[in-house]
């Protein structure tokens, strides 16, 4: 028996579409997770990049649970006292709510180059419009998946 190591040649990737409307954050991140490192195939090799292209739509409908929505996200401006925060409503919201599923995908990957090659495999759209037509993606849906994965 040998173990099997995936190289360049080897590697296919697929484009997948999945719509956010409804969906709860954590579980539609770890989902997404999975799909862009590649662990879903059974090729899966943990050194290349395997995964697929994934499309997120509705990103500005995603769920929480309890009272997440008023939790803050924390950074640093990188000056002294530059720490600067917001509520994830307040994210959701304002210009730019495709952050919030942005982050929440890329605190599931490991911190490492690997990763961030991964995560230009990621489209986020806060609207129910794409521009990735000519690539035929396949759809995923993640609210069939299992019924916890939906908050009404």
């Not at 296919?12 to 590649?38: F, H």
């Not at 395997?50 to 499309?55: F, L, R």
């Not at 917001?86 to 180059?113: D, S």
């Amino acid at each position: 028996m040998k173990t099997f190591s995936a190289t360049p040649a080897d590697i296919e990737k697929n484009w997948i579409i999945v719509d956010a409307e409804g969906v709860v954050l954590g579980r539609l991140a770890s989902i997404i997770a999975m799909r862009l490192r590649g662990k879903h195939k059974p090729s899966f090799t943990p050194h290349m990049d395997m995964g697929d292209n994934v499309i997120v739509i509705n990103a500005d409908k995603v769920q929480m649970t309890g009272k997440k929505r008023e939790e803050n996200f924390y950074w640093h401006t990188g000056h002294p006292g530059g720490i600067k925060s917001r509520t994830k409503a307040e994210i959701l919201e304002g210009a730019h709510p495709e952050r919030v599923v942005f982050q929440a995908v890329k605190r599931m990957l490991p911190g490492n180059r690997l990763a961030r090659k991964q995560l230009t495999n990621l489209r986020i759209y806060a609207g129910a419009e794409h521009p990735h037509e000519a690539q035929s993606p396949e759809v995923l849906d993640v609210k069939s998946m299992n019924k916890k994965n939906t908050r009404v």
